[in-house]
Structures are given as structure tokens and as C-alpha cells.
């Protein structure tokens, strides 16, 4: 019983993630009573909060930033940090970036939501990202799909541009690019720390030369989607299916989907409103993976 508990401590603490027991043959088809422990009694519980002195780096970093961009991966969803991430955009005018598993992490129709960057990303994304000053990283471990298979300028420009970087995992720290700061902790954490730190300083963003180049870029990409979008072809377009899918649901509607075509352009047409209600094949984007996703979140 005692593995079990551990195994779930590791799934369910840290960087979040599955567990496997390797249990022999023989071990299997044993039995034995056991009195199952309480899992609170083992569980390790708290937030991981930055170093004070770091969390002090990254605010000064922000505020003399011209350019910044947020870049939320899946790590931003495990902590439930959308709204410190929202508090902590509007405070800067951050042109706000999401991957494949933080599509939902951030409001999509907010007017300082940037689209994706990387080899799925969008044009829009791809110059915020690629032209930032300063890089604010949470909960992104900056795998070669958003990175562009790290080509220099193309997805990021690190160095010139500063990156700092959150992220619960130390080894993620660096570890694709040099970053100015990195701050180990839970992303919610950290970012209310951040938050506290400003204090009310906030920017007056809608004034500056930067949101108005934001919104310019994202007229653009409508635009060019609009343009290369055919109602009239049959088979029906994928662009299609997405825009008519998105008219239908309710804005808190869950929508699943794996690899592919569909997959690539849901990260680039598709909007979502509502945290967890973009549900996608991460990682190795594995196929097969929509029905018993499907299951999954209709049961909640």
C-alpha cells in the first residue's frame, strides 16, 4: 500500500504527471488484507512560492521592459493560474502567448491575446515572440514544436531577448535557453508574488505604440484565414468546421481534439473562452486519442 501512496504523491505533487508501478507475475496474482492508508496523511500540500529575491529580478525586468510577452504552457493550467496571468498582462500590456497545452489558459478574444507561436503557430504569435524585449515564461518547458526546432529568430530570439522563466520542474530552468532570471515554484504561487510585488503600478497599454502594433498583427491574421477559407468546397474545409463548431457551442463548451491537420489549426483559428475546455493529444500528440478523452470529460 505503501507503494501506491507513493506513487500517487509523485503523480499528483510537483510536475504533475503519470506514475508506473512494475508489479512481477507472481506479485500480481498474490492477495493479502491491508489497511489502505489515508492519502492526506502522506500527501505533501502548500504551494511552492520563488525566492523573494528573484521574484524582486523579475518585476524590475518587467517594468523597464518595452515589449514583453507572456508565454503560458501547460503548466499555467495544472495551477489554475489564470487569473493572476490575466492580472499580471493587463498590468504590462503583455502581448500574451499560448502552446498547444495552454490554449485555454487565457481568455482567447481578450484584446491582448497574441495567438501561438512555433512551427503551428500563427504569424501574428510568431513576430511577438520572435521581437520581445523581455520573455515572462510560466509553466513551459519549450519543446521543438514551439520553439520552431530552436532556429534562431524564428520562434524566439534569445539572446537579445530576456527570459524569464517560471516553472515548478528546476530542470526546466535553462535548460533550451539561457534565461536572465529563473524562478522555481508553482506558477499561481509565483505569480501572485509577482502581483504583490507591483503593488498598483499598472501601464497604461492601450495608449502604446506596441498594443496597436498588437492589434494591427491580428487583423492581419484574420484577414488571411478569411482569405484563404472556401465555404463552397466540397469536402467541407477544416477552417469551416472550426468556424461553424465555434458559432454552435457554448462559449463553456469542452472541445477535444488529437493529431493532425485538425489539431494544427485548431491552435491557430480555434477561440476559447473558459479555462479547461480546450483538451488536446500534447506531447507526442498521440492519435486515437479524442473518444476516450470524450469519455473522460463528460465524466468529469
Known amino acids: 500500500p505503501t507503494v501506491m501512496q507513493r506513487a500517487f504523491n509523485h503523480m499528483m505533487t510537483g510536475r504533475m504527471g503519470p506514475s508506473v508501478i512494475d508489479l512481477p507475475m507472481?506479485?500480481?496474482?498474490?492477495?493479502?488484507?491491508?489497511?489502505?492508508?489515508?492519502?492526506l496523511e502522506r500527501r505533501a500540500s502548500g504551494k511552492i512560492l520563488g525566492a523573494p529575491e528573484q521574484i524582486k529580478k523579475v518585476?524590475?525586468?518587467?517594468?523597464?521592459?518595452?515589449?514583453?510577452?507572456?508565454?503560458?504552457?501547460?503548466?499555467?493550467?495544472?495551477?489554475?493560474?489564470?487569473?493572476?496571468?490575466?492580472?499580471?498582462?493587463?498590468?504590462?500590456?503583455?502581448?500574451?502567448?499560448?502552446?498547444?497545452?495552454?490554449?485555454?489558459?487565457?481568455?482567447?478574444?481578450h484584446e491582448l491575446f497574441a495567438w501561438s507561436t512555433g512551427s503551428k503557430g500563427t504569424t501574428l504569435g510568431l513576430k511577438m515572440t520572435s521581437t520581445a524585449d523581455v520573455l515572462l515564461s510560466v509553466g513551459c518547458r519549450f519543446a521543438d514544436e514551439t520553439a520552431s526546432s530552436y532556429r534562431d529568430g524564428v520562434s524566439f530570439s534569445i539572446p537579445p531577448t530576456k527570459l524569464i522563466q517560471i516553472d515548478i520542474d528546476p530542470h526546466e530552468i535553462g535548460k533550451n535557453y539561457p534565461v536572465a532570471v529563473g524562478v522555481v515554484g508553482d506558477a499561481k504561487a509565483c505569480l501572485r508574488q509577482?502581483?504583490?510585488?507591483?503593488?498598483?503600478?499598472?501601464?497604461?497599454?492601450?495608449?502604446?505604440?506596441?498594443?496597436k502594433e498588437l492589434q494591427e498583427e491580428k487583423k492581419k491574421w484574420f484577414e488571411f484565414l478569411d482569405e484563404h477559407r472556401?465555404?463552397?468546397?466540397?469536402?467541407v474545409m477544416i477552417s469551416t468546421v472550426l468556424r461553424e463548431i465555434r458559432k454552435f457551442f457554448d462559449r463553456d463548451a469542452i472541445i477535444i481534439t488529437s493529431s493532425?491537420?485538425?489539431?494544427?489549426?485548431?491552435?491557430?483559428?480555434?477561440?476559447?473562452?473558459?479555462?479547461?475546455?480546450?483538451?488536446?493529444?500534447?506531447?507526442?500528440?498521440?492519435?486515437?486519442?479524442?473518444?476516450?478523452?470524450?469519455?473522460?470529460?463528460?465524466?468529469?
Open 26 to 39: 507472481d506479485v500480481q496474482a498474490a492477495s493479502i488484507d491491508v489497511e489502505i492508508p489515508d492519502p
Open 59 to 109: 518585476v524590475e525586468l518587467l517594468k523597464k521592459a518595452k515589449r514583453t510577452v507572456l508565454l503560458l504552457g501547460g503548466g499555467v493550467v495544472t495551477a489554475n493560474a489564470y487569473d493572476e496571468v490575466k492580472e499580471v498582462a493587463e498590468k504590462l500590456g503583455a502581448a500574451v502567448v499560448v502552446t498547444m497545452m495552454g490554449k485555454d489558459a487565457f481568455p482567447n478574444d
Open 194 to 211: 509577482i502581483i504583490e510585488e507591483f503593488g498598483d503600478y499598472a501601464r497604461n497599454y492601450e495608449k502604446t505604440d506596441y498594443f
Open 230 to 235: 472556401d465555404d463552397s468546397k466540397v469536402p
Open 260 to 300: 493532425g491537420n485538425v489539431q494544427a489549426q485548431m491552435i491557430q483559428e480555434l477561440v476559447f473562452y473558459e479555462p479547461k475546455t480546450c483538451i488536446t493529444a500534447g506531447g507526442f500528440s498521440t492519435m486515437g486519442y479524442s473518444v476516450p478523452a470524450a469519455i473522460g470529460a463528460k465524466l468529469g
